[in-house]
DNA sequence: ATACATCTACGAAGCATTTCGTAATTTTTT
DNA sequence: AAAAAATTACGAAATGCTTCGTAGATGTAT
């Protein structure tokens, strides 16, 4: 249920995510944009999220072919989750009312948000 | 700016948050309750969190007695900040979707969510 | 004052994560 | 086919967090 990642987990996460499946180099050449580290840490670990089953491969051809195997929304569930129990004392509206005031949210943002919560109100009245 | 706090430290900060200054020995009562763990691991982490600036203590009288030297929000909203940069692509309104979306909120909640959000696009209007 | 309980300081072990070097294998180039 | 380049597997060191045992200091009760 709960989908655990470490950082660097999910740093390699986000590339498949955002790149779909891919080799060990693709993501490290990514990754360097960022952070130097060598090539062998990034395919160490792959290797451990393969084992751990965050990611499958595929091994035909020259090299191997990563795939996420969990969703960018299950590992968002899991972070907001673990940050109700343990910051916000179960409460999703102190999360959300600290995510809008301390952080700048263009008007767009907000009628989004808004136009969810008439969403939800509305579910609520049907029931 | 942002404060970093690992998983026991906020467990520590929680009690000092809701109790107020409080000695080793009650801090560790209260986290005895929910976890086995010896005296001396409570003792040492909250030294760490002395050296790190963490929580300030009084050293006069029997036993020191601790106070969390940062606040609650403040430590709410370096979470939030560290999982917009890394699961939440800087997005608060993701964020908030994802927050509203997959766990309960009460009618009550959702009316003071709104409540904000005017009150920021009146901010925004005024500028 | 002596014994007992409590508290502090501190070193170090245990654990998970991250890092990388080396060796072996496979692929590509010459 | 031999050399060079790229890839994989894997062990182990480095790091950071957590845990606790031991020793010494301080306070309390007999």
Redesign the pocket.
Known sequence: MNV?V??????ILQVLWLYGPS???EV?EIICLE??????????????M?E?GLVT?D?A?????YTASVKESAVQQSFIGKMLDTVFHGSPSALVLQALGSHETSPEELEKIKALIEQLEAQQRDQ
Do not use: A, F, N, P
């Open positions: 655990k470490t950082d660097s987990e999910l740093s080799t060990v180099r490290h952070r130097e580290v060598g090539y062998t840490t990034t395919l160490k670990l792959m290797q451990i393969l751990k491969r091994e051809g020259k090299s191997h072919r």
